[in-house]
């Protein structure tokens, strides 16, 4: 299978921005272990303007500027960690930043779609967020759900799962309604389905469940099934690969 993996900043990071090391490692454990298996993963990774915050010792940034300056020392962070951890099992990985530009013109599309192919094909490890440094307001992605299906689409993946602070969709937030059920299986996405999405995610990340539906329909539009679970556990991916029922899964549509 080829799986694109989306990692939240609240997977990866302690409430105070600082890297979650434990957590981190158990995740690169398994995701080497996928890919020994045969499988092709790409990670598309959240969290860097939160450890880049960490370092600095700042407070989460409201202003662009500081935000962009955060996220240059976080993503340095973020890819040595990733370099080190995947490199304990021979793993290679590669970084690549984009932003809504590549996706929006078919000649930066087209290198974007065969640098990708060409590193899957090394067997190296794509390791994906967005270009927050320069990105502007006009050309930002703004959450990494979106990335995480448009990089799905442009290379054909089988699977999109997305690893939260959340086990799925429910019928009712959660958090608020004690009795809501987690819905295993999303054929369409209606405005029905839609409406159950809302709200921000944590205070260190940016996207919601309504950014995650609005990925899932940008996905399964294109034929990709996604999975919204809970990246608490790292082992969870093994039961996904395996045709698990796990979290939510959004089908794709079939030609």
């Given at each position: 299978m080829r799986i694109v993996v989306k990692v939240g900043t609240s997977t990866l990071a302690h409430p105070g921005g600082?890297?979650?090391?434990?957590?981190?490692?158990?995740?690169?454990?398994?995701?080497s272990d996928i890919q020994n298996a045969g499988h092709q993963l790409i990670v598309?990774?959240?969290?860097?303007?939160?450890?880049?915050?960490?370092?600095?010792?700042?407070?989460?940034?409201?202003?662009?500027?500081?935000?962009q300056a955060a996220a240059a020392v976080g993503q340095c962070e973020l890819m040595y960690t990733y370099d080190r951890l995947f490199g304990q099992y021979n793993h290679t990985v590669a970084q690549m930043l984009?932003?809504?530009e590549d996706f929006?013109?078919?000649?930066?599309?087209?290198?974007?779609?065969n640098t990708l192919e060409r590193l899957l094909q090394l067997h190296a490890i794509p390791i994906i967020n967005e270009n927050d440094p320069v990105a502007c307001e006009e050309y930002s992605l703004g959450d990494n759900d979106t990335l995480a299906a448009l990089v799905a689409k442009c290379i054909h993946a089988d699977l999109v799962v997305l690893m939260s602070d959340i086990d799925g969709l429910y019928t009712a937030d959660p958090h608020t309604h004690p009795d809501a059920?987690?819905?295993p299986v999303v054929e369409e996405?209606?405005?029905?389905?839609?409406?159950?999405a809302g709200g921000a995610g944590s205070a260190l990340g940016t996207g919601g469940m309504l950014t995650k539906v609005t990925a899932a329909k940008r996905a399964t539009e294109a034929g990709v099934d996604m999975i919204i679970t809970n990246g608490a556990h790292a082992e969870v991916l093994y039961d996904i690969v395996e045709g698990?029922?796990?979290?939510t899964r959004f089908?794709?549509?079939?030609a």
């Open positions: 600082l890297l979650n090391i434990r957590h981190t490692e158990d995740l690169v454990k398994v995701w598309v990774s959240s969290a860097a303007t939160g450890l880049g915050a960490g370092k600095l010792q700042i407070e989460k940034p409201s202003d662009l500027v500081t935000k984009l932003t809504w929006d013109h078919e000649n930066r599309l087209h290198n974007l779609q059920k987690l819905i996405i209606t405005p029905e389905i839609e409406l159950l698990k029922p796990v979290g089908v794709g549509r079939k």
